[in-house]
Every structure is written in structure tokens, then in C-alpha cells.
């Protein structure tokens, strides 16, 4: 179908009626641009989906938006460079910085991955692979990135235009505005990314577009609220002290950007009140490590409020306020901590426990009645903390059948997504009656957030399929 000089056509092609995998490809009459590339995750399918050919030609594409780093909304860039797409990726600076850390990451684990298989396949006489993407793939993704200052209009192609807001999710995270104009006709599409949570730690609400003809928003949570932050510190606080009377160590599964730093922050507050009765804990991510440096290198972005609060107003400096943490960076000092029998705080990726450190951990302690295990963040359907979280009583992990007698927690006031209420407050306050899709949501969540919408804007609700086409 050819695009109208004045119209905008968007075509969904992930995290439609799916939480994640986001990708969306806006053309107009001058350009064929892609809002975000993810990885999808969780689902059974989730593999062969990502080596799936493209539905569109990546050369094709003038350029690409990205609201922020998470796996779900860039995992795949690198494979759609790596197939001939070369143009501009505007994103904010600390999103680019991010993404140096979150994708090299992911990169050498399929790397390594590739590797370990390829062994298998080669003594079976068996075609071998080849990795998503390599860490050249990467590099090239890095020099294409252009960043964008919050607030600063951005000419992208003739008559269309550009500009972030603030997201409030996670370091660098942005709300999308894209302005088309020809012909006399005007529209704008705001897409919301990933929402930041207003109650959350460290990271300023999240702003409102005060103009849209067609908003796009996520709906992970649309039929739950989360807890407010101070129950949700008194949950943990109580899961401490229960797993120090047994002897038995805390696990938390953290995702390395956001929820990680969020729950050092936590436990740094109960240790000034002396409610951290566990000695040791450690951070068992070298992505976590280095995305708290980056975090902590970035204050301007984070809310001033949190950071004197954690400081006690400058009285103490970050140093001397985390100097409980213990960061473990080499394989060998991870694998030491599975001999710790009682004690500790370990905190490990990843926050679905469907790879990284965490696993091993789990694999030692899940099976001792005195473990406690922590959840802080959403775990997608078919992931490991999906099945714990949901009362699995046995697990296989690495290999082996592990079974469930630890404790398992989970603390709904960590999320870094809006909550249902959040979510209507912040359409809502979104001047006019624009059309609303949704997106990034399982079909329960787009349901409930759709019929609540519905009543309280009386607003046009979309929920797209995937592969479905829409023109603003």
C-alpha cells in the first residue's frame, strides 16, 4: 500500500498482544522508519522468533528510534545492522551508554552459547550455527547511535520531527514524540516506551505529552497496582530478618538496570536503621556493577530527592553509604558464594532467572527451607521466575531437577512500569481525545487497561494484533 503524502501508516511487528520483542515500522511519504528492535523473551518460541528474517528490509530503513535500552526494546539491533541497516539510531546519551554495556553482554553470550553447541553438533555430525550477532555487530551499533538531550526537537526527514520526554523507568529512558506534517495535515504519535513507576526509587516521574493525535502505550501492568515503596521496604525488611533467624541465605534475582540499583538503595536504608542483619552482600553481576557505576555517575538524571535522602542531604558520601556492597566479578568469586551456607544477600542476574549467575545460586539454595528468594520485577510467561512465582514445587535447572523448599517473595513496589491506576492517570492527563493502541502487555493486562481507559477518557481503545497496520 502505498503511503498518503499526509498520512503516517504504522505497522506492529512485536509486542502486539506480547509483553515483549518491541518493534514498530512508521513510514510516511519520505521515510521508512523502525521505533525500537527487541528481543523476544520467555516464550518457547522466543529463539526462533529473533532468527526469524526481518518483515521488512533493514536497508530499507532511514532510521531508528529507541525509547531505551532494556533487551526487549534493542536486543535485536545488532542482528538488523549486522542485515544492512545503517542509518542514524536517536536515543538519549545514557540509553547509548547502556546499550555499550547491555548488548556487548548479550552479544558474548551468544557467543558463548554458539560455542559450547557447536562442539555438540560438530561430533553429531550436525549443521552448526552461527551467533544472533557477534561483538563486532555491536561496535557498529554503538557508532551509529546519535544521542538526544530530553525536550530537543530533532528533524529526522522532511516533515517529520522528533523529541523525547522523560520516561521515568530507567536511566536515559524516553517517551517518543514524532511530529508529521504535509499537505495541510498535521499528526502526532506519541509512543509511552516502558512507563516509569512514580512511587519507584531514583528516577523522576514520568512526563505527559501535551499534544498527540495517536498514543501508543505499554500495558505490562494494566490490571494490577503495585504496593506502595514503604510496605514494600517493611516486606523486605521482615524477609531479612526471617532468612538471618534460619541461617539461611536471600536471593534476589535483579534485572541489572533499575531494579538492581533500587534494592541496593533499599538495603542501604535499612542499614543505616540497622535492619540489615546479613553481613555480606554481594553484587554477582559484572553488568550490574557496571551499570550501578554508570548510574552512580549520572545523579543529574536521578531524583534529587531519593539521592539526599540516601546521603542523609551530603552528610555521607556514596562510598561510605554503599560500603556494605560487595561487588564479584570473576567466575571464580561467584562460584565461592554457593559455599556460603547462611548469611548473605546475594543479588544476580537475571531478573527472570532464565540465564546468568542467579541460576547456579538457585541451584544450591532453592532446595534448603531456610533460602529465601526475593522477586522484584516482572517474570514473563514460560521464564523460571514465571514457574516459581506461580508454586512450581519442582524446577530443572541446569540440568538437574531441583526441588522448591525455599521461600519465595514477591515485592510488587520494585517495578519500574506503571502501575493500572498510573497508567489511566498518565493517558488521562493527556490533553484532547487522541486514539489510543496498546501494546507491551499480556492479554489479561491489555484487557483490563483497554475497558479502564475506555470508561474513564471515553476515548477510542485499540489492542493491534501482530503484523496489523494503522494510519494516523
Given at each position: 500500500?502505498?503511503?498518503?503524502?499526509?498520512?503516517?501508516?504504522l505497522?506492529?511487528?512485536?509486542?502486539?498482544?506480547?509483553?515483549?520483542?518491541?518493534?514498530?515500522?512508521?513510514?510516511?511519504?519520505?521515510?521508512?522508519?523502525?521505533?525500537?528492535?527487541?528481543?523476544?523473551?520467555g516464550?518457547?518460541?522466543?529463539?526462533?522468533?529473533?532468527?526469524?528474517?526481518?518483515?521488512f528490509?533493514?536497508?530499507?530503513?532511514?532510521?531508528?528510534?529507541?525509547?531505551?535500552?532494556h533487551?526487549?526494546?534493542?536486543?535485536?539491533?545488532?542482528?538488523?545492522?549486522?542485515?544492512?541497516?545503517?542509518?542514524?539510531i536517536?536515543?538519549?546519551?545514557?540509553?547509548?551508554?547502556?546499550?555499550?554495556?547491555?548488548?556487548?553482554?548479550?552479544?558474548?553470550?551468544q557467543?558463548?552459547?554458539?560455542?559450547?553447541?557447536?562442539?555438540?553438533?560438530?561430533?553429531?555430525?550436525?549443521?552448526?550455527?552461527?551467533?544472533?550477532?557477534?561483538?563486532?555487530?555491536?561496535?557498529?551499533?554503538?557508532a551509529?547511535?546519535?544521542?538526544?538531550?530530553?525536550?530537543?526537537?530533532?528533524?529526522?526527514?522532511?516533515?517529520?520531527?522528533?523529541?523525547?520526554?522523560?520516561?521515568?523507568?530507567i536511566?536515559?529512558?524516553a517517551?517518543?514524540?514524532?511530529?508529521?506534517?504535509?499537505?495541510?495535515?498535521?499528526?502526532?504519535?506519541?509512543?509511552?516506551?516502558?512507563?516509569?513507576?512514580?512511587?519507584?526509587?531514583l528516577?523522576?516521574d514520568?512526563?505527559v505529552?501535551?499534544?498527540a493525535?495517536?498514543?501508543?502505550?505499554?500495558?505490562?501492568?494494566?490490571?494490577?497496582?503495585h504496593?506502595?515503596?514503604?510496605?514494600?521496604?517493611?516486606?523486605?525488611?521482615?524477609?531479612?530478618a526471617?532468612?538471618?533467624?534460619?541461617?539461611?541465605?536471600?536471593?534476589?534475582?535483579?534485572?541489572?538496570?533499575?531494579?538492581?540499583?533500587?534494592?541496593?538503595?533499599?538495603?542501604?536504608?535499612?542499614?543505616?536503621q540497622?535492619?540489615l542483619?546479613?553481613?555480606?552482600?554481594?553484587?554477582?553481576?559484572?553488568?550490574?556493577?557496571?551499570?550501578?557505576?554508570?548510574?552512580?555517575?549520572?545523579?543529574a538524571?536521578?531524583?534529587?530527592?531519593?539521592?539526599?535522602?540516601?546521603?542523609?542531604r551530603?552528610?555521607?558520601?556514596?562510598?561510605?553509604?554503599?560500603?556494605?556492597?560487595?561487588?564479584?566479578r570473576?567466575?571464580?568469586?561467584?562460584?565461592?558464594?554457593?559455599?556460603?551456607?547462611g548469611?548473605?544477600?546475594?543479588?544476580?542476574?537475571?531478573?527472570?532467572?532464565?540465564?546468568?549467575?542467579?541460576?547456579?545460586?538457585?541451584?544450591?539454595?532453592?532446595?534448603?527451607?531456610?533460602?529465601?528468594?526475593?522477586?522484584?520485577?516482572?517474570?514473563?510467561r514460560?521464564?523460571?521466575?514465571?514457574?516459581?512465582?506461580?508454586?512450581a514445587?519442582?524446577v530443572k535447572?541446569?540440568?538437574?531437577?531441583?526441588?522448591?523448599?525455599?521461600?519465595?517473595?514477591?515485592?510488587?513496589?520494585?517495578?519500574?512500569?506503571?502501575?493500572?491506576?498510573q497508567?489511566?492517570?498518565w493517558a488521562?492527563?493527556?490533553?484532547g481525545?487522541?486514539?489510543?493502541?496498546?501494546?507491551?502487555?499480556?492479554?489479561?493486562?491489555?484487557?483490563?487497561?483497554?475497558?479502564?481507559?475506555?470508561?474513564?477518557t471515553?476515548?477510542?481503545?485499540?489492542?493491534?494484533?501482530?503484523g496489523?497496520t494503522?494510519?494516523?
Amino acid at each position: 500500500m502505498r503511503v498518503k503524502t499526509d498520512s503516517l501508516k504504522l505497522t506492529f511487528y512485536g509486542a502486539a498482544r506480547e509483553v515483549t520483542g518491541s518493534c514498530h515500522l512508521l513510514e510516511t511519504a519520505h521515510i521508512r522508519l523502525l521505533l525500537e528492535c527487541g528481543l523476544h523473551q520467555g516464550d518457547p518460541e522466543a529463539e526462533r522468533r529473533n532468527r526469524a528474517p526481518f518483515p521488512f528490509e533493514p536497508s530499507s530503513l532511514k532510521a531508528l528510534v529507541l525509547s531505551h535500552a532494556h533487551l526487549d526494546h534493542s536486543g535485536l539491533i545488532p542482528r538488523l545492522v549486522a542485515e544492512g541497516f545503517s542509518g542514524p539510531i536517536y536515543c538519549t546519551r545514557q540509553t547509548r551508554d547502556l546499550l555499550g554495556i547491555m548488548l556487548k553482554d548479550a552479544a558474548y553470550l551468544q557467543e558463548r552459547d554458539v560455542q559450547w553447541e557447536n562442539k555438540r553438533r560438530e561430533r553429531a555430525g550436525r549443521p552448526l550455527l552461527r551467533p544472533l550477532y557477534t561483538q563486532q555487530d555491536v561496535g557498529r551499533v554503538l557508532a551509529l547511535c546519535e544521542p538526544v538531550v530530553y525536550g530537543e526537537h530533532i528533524a529526522v526527514a522532511e516533515g517529520l520531527r522528533l523529541r523525547f520526554l522523560d520516561a521515568g523507568h530507567i536511566l536515559g529512558s524516553a517517551i517518543v514524540e514524532l511530529d508529521v506534517r504535509g499537505e495541510g495535515r498535521h499528526c502526532r504519535l506519541a509512543f509511552s516506551g516502558d512507563l516509569g513507576n512514580p512511587g519507584s526509587l531514583l528516577m523522576k516521574d514520568p512526563q505527559v505529552p501535551q499534544e498527540a493525535d495517536l498514543v501508543v502505550m505499554e500495558a505490562t501492568y494494566g490490571d494490577r497496582d503495585h504496593k506502595d515503596m514503604d510496605t514494600t521496604q517493611e516486606e523486605l525488611a521482615q524477609i531479612l530478618a526471617l532468612a538471618h533467624a534460619a541461617g539461611g541465605n536471600v536471593l534476589i534475582p535483579a534485572f541489572s538496570v533499575g531494579r538492581t540499583q533500587e534494592v541496593i538503595y533499599q538495603l542501604a536504608m535499612l542499614r543505616r536503621q540497622g535492619r540489615l542483619p546479613q553481613p555480606r552482600v554481594y553484587l554477582d553481576s559484572p553488568m550490574a556493577i557496571d551499570v550501578t557505576a554508570l548510574y552512580l555517575g549520572n545523579l543529574a538524571a536521578l531524583d534529587r530527592k531519593d539521592i539526599d535522602r540516601l546521603t542523609d542531604r551530603g552528610r555521607h558520601s556514596l562510598t561510605e553509604v554503599l560500603e556494605f556492597l560487595r561487588p564479584t566479578r570473576t567466575t571464580e568469586e561467584s562460584m565461592a558464594l554457593n559455599r556460603i551456607q547462611g548469611g548473605a544477600v546475594i543479588i544476580a542476574g537475571s531478573g527472570m532467572c532464565e540465564g546468568g549467575r542467579i541460576r547456579h545460586h538457585l541451584k544450591y539454595n532453592l532446595w534448603r527451607r531456610q533460602t529465601q528468594v526475593v522477586i522484584v520485577g516482572f517474570q514473563a510467561r514460560g521464564t523460571l521466575g514465571r514457574r516459581l512465582v506461580d508454586g512450581a514445587q519442582r524446577v530443572k535447572i541446569l540440568g538437574g531437577e531441583i526441588a522448591v523448599r525455599a521461600g519465595i517473595h514477591t515485592l510488587g513496589g520494585y517495578s519500574a512500569h506503571a502501575g493500572r491506576e498510573q497508567l489511566l492517570d498518565w493517558a488521562e492527563k493527556i490533553p484532547g481525545s487522541p486514539r489510543i493502541c496498546l501494546v507491551h502487555g499480556e492479554e489479561v493486562a491489555l484487557a483490563a487497561l483497554a475497558d479502564g481507559l475506555a470508561a474513564r477518557t471515553g476515548r477510542r481503545i485499540e489492542v493491534p494484533r501482530m503484523g496489523e497496520t494503522i494510519e494516523c
